[in-house]
């Protein structure tokens, strides 16, 4: 057992406090040291109880929220004050009233929105995604709340290790699914890219050592090679009398480990592991001059490479980021990424919005240059959040939508500057200028060239959309936009069309019923719906209505039910609820798939296969609760997994093979290699004589001498599996087997 000195954690809890204070110091204005004071021992009385997972003190927590408000995004009284209470409306005795009424409604209204909302959900909704939407609700309001809940997460984050690893792994790939997009389109660089190697570091810390490792071992040799880089570039830039600071920083363990994963290569050959950065000190007229001055010096003494040139200080990113990139050749055939910025604009690449926000006003006093990509897209975000009245979930995904990292910058026929995420179509941009446009968008000319609704637009287009008056949106255009308002209102056009549809197929289900001397009740519906295999009867109706399902038959319906009582079962008109009248169902068409693999206290429950991974024995699974299929196993490498785990906790459950049985289960494999006579033979000798597995189906392609081959079989295990593939790998010529899913 641990003992705790209370009056040491006393002293401590103390340190810490004075320490905000202090980093506060310069932001205060009269008066502030006392409301903070007054919201720290206020939380700090709310918390006394309460310990973190690791033992410490709760107020720990709220007092390094507020600190990294402070220090790492450079907010001020309010925020600081609304860090160190977040947590006591949902975890303690204090409510929202006191809030208000001890700090007013602007600090309770940011509170409100970093509460979570508790209580009972719809099924099938997503906690999490409610709460998220929640929070943005409140973006309207005040940006400061999503900041605070960065911080917030950011010290969960660093704090992980003492979280039992479902845990750490549901919290992980939330930050890496919604916050860590989150922070970079808010242009806070520095926590993003922190927020992403949490994320490996948790979920895959044995990469996460052997890159963080490689970067310490080559510091000393790179160290060396910056020096001698820099230094020509250093004594000129004296000479002409510039005031700087140089830095060459290696680039973050996440983004190098996400360059290795595509570009499928090892450490080694990641050419910028890190990239050298050129901070000036100029006045903010000069800036745009200075730093291309400073281009043409570093030009000057390397041969820069003419389409790795990036301008974000004409253009500036969405998310506020003003820099100039180049690539440069370096003396030793090196390639090495040079970024060319001022102190102001360092200061909103690293801090982000908070600093953005500072020069602005400052620049706002002066005159100001109009709206920035930033409040643009908050403006966004809010008109988003207006048309959104569909669930959380559906929300979320285009909220995220909205978060990706490039833009495209277009220009309409006028020549106005639109700019759109990367992967924009036309149809987007028909979208983007009226909902009207894109709902009667045809094509458009993109420089002239006449080009398809799903054309993808690229920087300096210009684009002209052609519309026409019959054109009505259909269920595949939501595959040819990439924005959320064309999404948004396509769904609604769709929604509006399929609700007529339902309404089409009841009327023409009431007619048939009635043909048929049947009644038209919910019972009735019911069992149709089971009997069709649809969801929801407004699913049935909509087939019927879409002619999905031929409404002639419902006559079979009609006979089954005859069928099933001349064998004088228990009658299915008995049989009321539907989950029993499903089950009669499957009795009568035969058995389905599999027994029970699963495993800890979960005993015998249905489940499904999920389709997208294929899992077998053997694989890492988990189970996931789904609205109307029951159980279903994916593997935890399963390309959707991230998102079921982050927006889903809640519904995960944990699954595992108890053991081998001798079931069997669909893999995939491909095969490589040099062709020959008899090769397909061997191959195929090798599946069905030597391991008895039963093979599904075989699909080879030979061209020029290459024979490539993918398997599809039922076995039995990832061990059975693997000896197969050894042995397969054994065959004559081939040289590759893997498998896929
Ligand atoms: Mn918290």
Redesign the pocket.
């Known amino acids: 057992m641990i003992q705790i000195d209370l009056e040491e954690e006393r002293k401590e809890i103390l340190k810490r406090y004075r320490k905000l204070l202090k980093m506060a110091k310069p932001l205060l204005k009269e008066g502030d040291a006392r409301i903070i004071k007054k919201a720290f021992s206020i939380s700090n009385d709310a918390h006394k109880e309460m310990r973190r997972k690791s033992g410490e003190p709760y107020i720990y ?2 007092l390094e ?1 507020a600190m990294i408000c402070v220090e790492e995004i450079g907010l001020g009284t309010t925020s600081i004050v609304a860090a160190l209470l ?2 006591v409306v ?1 975890d303690t005795d204090w409510e929202l009233e006191d809030i208000e009424r001890e700090f007013g409604h602007k600090v309770a209204t940011i509170i409100d929105g ?1 509460t979570k909302i508790s209580g009972v959900f719809e099924y099938g909704s997503s906690q999490q995604a409610e709460n998220f939407r929640k929070m943005l609700l409140t973006l309207s309001d005040d940006v400061r709340v999503i900041l605070i809940k960065l911080a ?1 997460r950011l ?2 984050m660093r704090t992980l290790d003492s979280m039992p690893r479902h845990k750490q792994l549901k919290i992980a790939s939330e930050t890496m699914y919604l916050y860590a997009p989150l922070a970079h389109r808010l242009g806070l660089y520095a926590i993003k890219s922190e927020l992403e190697d949490l994320y490996l570091k948790f979920t895959d810390s044995e990469t996460y050592r052997f890159i963080a490792n490689k970067i310490n071992e080559t510091r000393i040799s790179r160290n060396r090679f910056i020096k001698t880089f820099i230094a020509p570039i250093e004594e000129e830039l004296e000479s002409q009398g510039f005031r700087f600071t140089i830095k060459g920083r290696p680039k973050s363990v996440f983004s190098i480990y996400n360059k290795m994963k595509k570009q499928n290569i090892p450490f080694e050959e990641v050419y910028d592991l890190f990239a050298i950065r050129i901070i000036i000190d100029s006045e903010i007229d000069n800036e745009k001059a200075d730093c291309w001055q400073v281009y043409s010096i570093v030009t000057d003494f390397y041969r820069p490479n003419p389409d790795r040139l990036r301008d974000w200080i004409s253009t500036p990113r969405a998310n506020g980021y003003e820099s100039l990139h180049t690539t440069v050749m370096s003396n030793t055939g090196q390639w090495v990424e040079v970024q060319i910025r001022t102190v102001r604009m360092d200061d909103i690449a690293e801090r982000g919005y908070a600093a953005h926000w500072k020069y602005k006003e400052k620049d706002a006093a002066q005159g100001g240059k109009g709206p920035s990509g930033l409040d643009e897209w908050i403006t966004q975000v809010r008109s988003l959040l207006e048309s959104n009245d569909g669930n959380a979930i559906e929300f979320m995904d285009d909220f995220r939508g909205n978060l990706f990292h490039d833009e495209v910058f277009v220009f309409t026929p006028k020549g106005e500057l639109k700019v759109l995420p990367h992967g924009a179509t036309a149809l987007d941009f028909a979208f983007e200028i009226h909902t009207e446009v894109g709902a009667k968008c045809i094509g458009a000319k993109v420089n002239t060239r006449l080009v398809p609704i799903n054309h993808k637009l690229k920087n300096g287009d210009q684009v002209e959309i052609l519309t026409s008056a019959k054109q009505r949106p259909t269920e595949d255009w939501l595959n040819s936009v990439v924005t959320s308002r064309a999404k948004a209102k396509i769904k609604d056009a769709l929604k509006e069309e399929k609700r007529s549809t339902i309404l089409d197929g009841k009327e023409i289900v009431q007619r048939k019923l009635k043909q048929m001397k049947m009644d038209f009740n919910s019972e009735i519906v019911e069992q149709l719906r089971a009997y069709f295999e649809t969801k929801t009867p407004n699913e049935f109706y909509y087939k019927i209505g879409k002619g999905i399902i031929d409404p002639t038959s419902i006559k079979s319906f009609k006979d089954f039910k005859e069928q099933k009582r001349q064998k004088s079962k228990p009658s299915l008109d008995k049989v009321k609820d539907e989950s029993s009248f499903t089950k009669e169902i499957k009795n009568l068409k035969g058995p389905e798939h599999d027994q029970l693999l699963i495993g800890e206290d979960m005993d015998v429950v249905d489940y499904i296969l999920a389709k997208c991974c294929n899992p077998i024995p053997g694989d890492d699974v988990f189970g996931f609760v789904t609205v109307n299929e029951g159980i279903k196993i994916h593997r935890t490498s399963c390309p959707n997994a991230l998102e079921l785990l982050s927006n889903h906790g809640n519904r995960v459950i944990k699954a595992r093979w108890t053991s081998q049985q001798q079931i069997a289960f669909l893999a995939g494999l491909r095969i490589v290699g040099t062709d020959r006579v008899g090769l397909i033979n061997d191959v195929t000798k090798v599946i069905s004589n030597e391991l008895k597995v039963n093979m599904r189906s075989i699909t080879v392609d030979s061209d020029s001498g290459i024979f490539e081959g993918t398997i599809k079989l039922y076995v039995h295990s990832t061990q059975h599996l693997e000896k197969l593939m050894s042995n397969l790998s054994k065959v004559e010529g081939i040289i590759k087997v893997a498998r896929f899913d």
Request: no cysteine; net charge negative; charged share 30%.
């Open positions: 927590h709220p929220v977040h947590d949902e970093l917030d010290n969960n």
